[in-house]
Each structure stands twice: as C-alpha cells, then as structure tokens.
C-alpha cells in the first residue's frame, strides 16, 4: 500500500518488556518522526530522522531507542516498557521541499504497558 | 522554548453558526499548520501557511497567519456536523531549520444539530 503504514495498531505488554513499534513509509521521503499523544499534552516529539543512520531527539526521548537502516523503515524500541509509556504512537514522514515541513502521519499505535 | 496554545480547548457549537479557533505560540515563526484528527484516526493536513498574512480556505474552514501578533486563526463558517473532530495548530520549531513541529493541545469540536 502507498503512503505510511504501522505495525502493530494495538499492542498490550508488560511492564519491563521490550516493544518494537514499527513505521514504513512509500514515499521515500528523507525525514521521519515519531510522536507520541496524551490527554492533555497533545503531540510530543520522541524522535526524528532526517535520513538513514541519521538520527535525533525530540521533546521526550527517554526510554526510546530509534534506528533507520533503510529510507523507508523507522523503528521506535522500547528498551523496557514502563507504564507511562501507555500512549498512542504516531510515525510521520515529511514532504522534502524545503518551504514547508507538511507532515504526514501513519494511522497510530495503541499501547497498552500493564 | 517555543510553546503553542490554542484556545478554546473546548468547543460546542449549533450547526449554521459561525466560530473561530485560535492558535498563539510564543518565539518567531513564518510557517504553520493545521490538523484535523477524528476520534481514534490518525491526524490529517488541512492547511499550510508559510508567510505573514498567508490566507488558506477549504469548503467552511479558513486559516490565516500574522506572524508579526504570533497568532494563527481558524474560522469555521456555517459550521456543520461532520467538522465535528479536534483541530491542531503545528509551528515549526526553529526558524530557518524545518525538522520539529511542536503541537498545540487541540481543540475538540463538537458541532451539534
């Protein structure tokens, strides 16, 4: 399918599991994100990528591990699940012109840290 | 830091009126977004303003930008059910580097019959 997809859309695990959420993009867009969302707070930045083996932190980083071997594939990696981690996680890609930073967003990740 | 709120968090209105939401945010910017995100869907694009005055309309929603106040607007005309969802306002998080969008908390919508 074209566009941006996430893999899984819902997904319940223990705290001090590990979690791998993933994010594949058609696009070939160079940069890609992830936010997390919460009630309250809107979307917040955990990190981003501007092209494969590049990568940086956003707002709340920590507990998250990211990669980008390939273009089109970004993982986020929960090294052990705490329960403030229980959020919905959004991957987005970002159009490549320079003007604009237009994002497009995957359809979300629903996790659920017992 | 650059913050963004957008007010009113909150907003009910009756179908065929008219209303606007607002978006402030605090450091220098010339470029921001709007999303819309409907209940357990994920977020789409609804407007991009790159320049001071920029003005964008879409069927019963127009966004403007003054980057001189900091201020973006949303008006919603006529307003109808189904623009029932939360609004997000998005702006860039430095001038000149385009890599970080920070959110407002959005505003939830509910137009009601």
């Known amino acids: 399918d074209a566009g941006i997809t996430q893999s899984p859309r819902y997904k319940i695990t223990e705290t001090g599991r590990q979690v791998t959420l993933m994010c594949h993009q058609t696009w070939s867009h160079s940069y890609m994100f992830w936010y997390r969302q919460d009630l309250g707070h809107g979307l917040r930045l955990i990190y981003y990528s501007a092209a494969a083996d590049i990568t940086d932190k956003g707002e709340v980083p920590d507990g998250y591990v990211v990669s980008r071997s390939k273009t089109e594939n970004f993982p986020l990696t929960l090294e052990s699940a705490t329960r403030s981690q229980t959020s919905v996680y959004f991957c987005?890609?970002?159009?490549?012109?320079?003007?604009?930073?237009?994002?497009?967003f995957g359809p979300g990740t629903r996790l659920t840290v017992l | 830091e650059l913050k963004v709120e957008q007010n009113p968090l909150f907003l009910s209105m009756q179908e065929g009126k008219n209303y606007t939401i607002y978006c402030n945010y605090s450091?220098?910017?010339?470029?921001l977004y709007w999303y819309r995100q409907d209940p357990g869907k994920s977020l789409e694009s609804l407007f991009v303003l790159l320049s001071n005055g920029a003005v964008k309309q879409e069927g019963r929603l127009m966004a403007s930008l003054d980057t001189k106040a900091r201020l973006s607007t949303l008006h919603i005309t006529a307003a109808v059910h189904d623009l029932s969802a939360t609004y997000f306002c998005a702006v860039d998080g430095r001038r000149g580097a385009t890599n970080k969008l920070i959110f407002g908390t959005g505003t939830l919508l509910a137009v009601q019959p």
């Open positions: 450091t220098t910017s010339d470029r």
């Open positions: 987005a890609s970002r159009t490549p012109t320079w003007e604009a930073n237009e994002q497009f």
